[in-house]
């Protein structure tokens, strides 16, 4: 069983910034794709920024130079920092995780759909005013 805990969400002006955590847990393996997704009210729930554990990435076109998905695999932590906000980036942002057994099929590429994920925290709100 994996556990997946957010922190850093908040409330911030347009233009400012945010810093996502995300610390791993439980029954995780080295090989692994870890993402971060959102759910605006109404919508929904897509795809931020996608790391793959060798280190490749993948971003929204809505997020491209403004969010930089990073990791801290000494402390099983994934991040997203989150620069020059917009009140469309309010949303409930969620940590997601897939990890991969030692001779499991290893994609080339994160998922970039919620169905590629196994395990989700629990969200955390990103409140963007104009």
């Known amino acids: 069983q994996v556990r997946l805990v957010e922190s850093g969400g908040g409330s911030v002006q347009s233009g400012g910034s945010l810093r996502l955590s995300c610390v791993a847990s439980?029954?995780?393996?080295?090989?692994?794709?870890m993402g971060w997704f959102r759910q605006a009210p109404g919508k929904e729930r897509e795809a931020v920024a996608t790391?793959?554990?060798?280190?490749?990435?993948i971003y929204a076109d809505s997020v491209k130079g403004r969010f930089t998905i990073s990791q801290d695999n000494a402390k099983s932590t994934l991040y997203l920092q989150m620069n020059s906000l917009k009140p469309e980036d309010t949303a409930i942002y969620y940590c997601?995780?897939?990890?991969?057994?030692?001779?499991?099929?290893?994609?080339?590429?994160?998922?970039?759909?919620?169905?590629?994920?196994?395990?989700w925290g629990q969200g955390t709100q990103v409140t963007v005013s104009s």
């Open positions: 439980g029954n995780i393996y080295s090989k692994y794709c």
């Open positions: 790391i793959k554990s060798d280190g490749a990435t």
């Open positions: 997601a995780a897939q990890y991969y057994t030692p001779y499991a099929y290893f994609p080339a590429q994160c998922a970039v759909i919620v169905e590629g994920f196994g395990n």
